[in-house]
């Protein structure tokens, strides 16, 4: 009996991590052939996550190039993964998220007639341009689609507003909860060597990324002011900031904030370290999107470094709160869980409503009931 082939394609380190867990289903399932394809949209921290976890993809574009453009790359992985889908002629493509990649295999499996399965459908924040080009890459993958995993209930209704058959849509949770279960240890000795010289029991360790477009120039450099701000007013705050290798964060997060003895400027982690230090740490700063998932599932409060969020359930939960980039708004909220443990705990203690760990093996059990 022919196998059923499924493709599975991502090209940034986030993609990456959440089709992990969907990937090692699919590797157990003896009807269904495995295919992953990676176009490297982002290179080094791309390869980080398939080492990790052993991913071997059958094919690699390798599209990135040196301060490229949204148009360049898109361009190239439209081109190259059009003569993949025609070479390799899977039954069903696999796409998360919100990328370039995303979008433009997405309308290349269009082109093929090839079915197209939307990993983390239905997110919204209905402004085009924040986040940008997020935003509008899953909205018009949507549009594509032919089966549509909604991480939430709330995500699904999004779908159902935009005219999407509900019965092409199922709510599974987020992938990035099931991975926590790959990558959290008790015992865990952290690979960047100053994390293991920090101490987690006695100082109040905050998380901090920050690196998105909408956030470069001056948002980016009033979060930074803001987090020295916290460190200077508070002798046992210290702040780990993971700087993105864009040479627009670097230089602010530099001038900003390096050489303060309470603040550490390190490079992006690989998804261990990252998943084991915001497990040790006291809260999280960010502007990422997966990390509003994950955070929540380790008891700790998230303050989000953007003006609008895709992710509303966590603001409605309590388990996020929304700081926007205003210096003195992230300050006063950053403070007040500093300083007030009844609040802290409010939201530290607020139920994770992005899913229970099991996302991955729910979308390989309905692609195998449907094979849609």
Do not use: W
């Amino acid at each position: 009996m022919q196998k059923y082939k499924v493709m599975t394609i991502f090209g940034t380190r986030p993609e990456a991590i959440k089709m992990m867990p969907v990937i090692k289903e699919l590797e157990k399932i003896e009807d269904i052939e495995s295919i992953v394809c990676v176009t490297a949209q982002h290179r080094e921290m791309l390869d980080q996550v398939l080492e990790i976890f052993d991913i071997k993809p059958k094919y690699d574009l390798d599209v990135m190039k040196d301060r490229q453009t949204l148009t360049g790359v898109s361009v190239r992985i439209l081109e190259k993964m059009d003569l993949i889908l025609n070479q390799e002629k899977p039954d069903l493509v696999l796409v998360q998220g919100d990328t370039a990649t995303v979008l433009m295999t997405s309308i290349a499996a269009f082109y093929n007639k090839i079915k197209v399965g939307h990993i983390e459908a239905g997110l919204r924040t209905y402004n085009k341009y924040e986040p940008f080009p997020e935003e509008m890459n899953r909205k018009l993958t949507g549009c594509i689609a032919d089966i549509h995993f909604a991480p939430t209930e709330n995500a699904k209704q999004n779908l159902l507003k935009e005219n999407i058959n509900e019965d092409i849509i199922y709510v599974t949770g987020n992938t990035s909860i099931d991975v926590l279960a790959y990558t959290i240890r008790d015992e865990y000795t952290f690979k960047e060597e100053v994390l293991n010289k920090i101490d987690y029991k006695n100082k109040k360790v905050i998380v901090m990324t920050a690196h998105r477009r909408e956030n470069l120039g001056e948002p980016l450099v009033n979060i930074c002011e803001a987090a020295l701000q916290l460190a200077n007013d508070n002798s046992d705050v210290v702040i780990v900031y993971a700087v993105h290798k864009n040479p627009a964060v670097q230089e602010v997060a530099l001038k900003v904030l390096g050489g303060h003895p309470q603040i550490h400027l390190i490079e992006p982690l690989d998804i261990e370290d990252m998943h084991n230090l915001m497990a040790k740490c006291f809260l999280v700063m960010t502007d990422s999107g997966g990390i509003q998932e994950e955070v929540p599932s380790l008891g700790k409060p998230v303050l989000v470094l953007r003006n609008v969020t895709e992710r509303p359930e966590g603001v409605e939960a309590g388990t996020l709160k929304l700081v926007g980039t205003d210096k003195e708004v992230i300050i006063n909220a950053a403070q007040i869980l500093i300083s007030d443990k009844l609040e802290y705990e409010k939201m530290a203690q607020a139920n994770n409503p992005f899913g229970d760990g099991t996302a991955g093996k729910q979308i390989v059990e309905i692609i195998r009931r449907y094979k849609v």
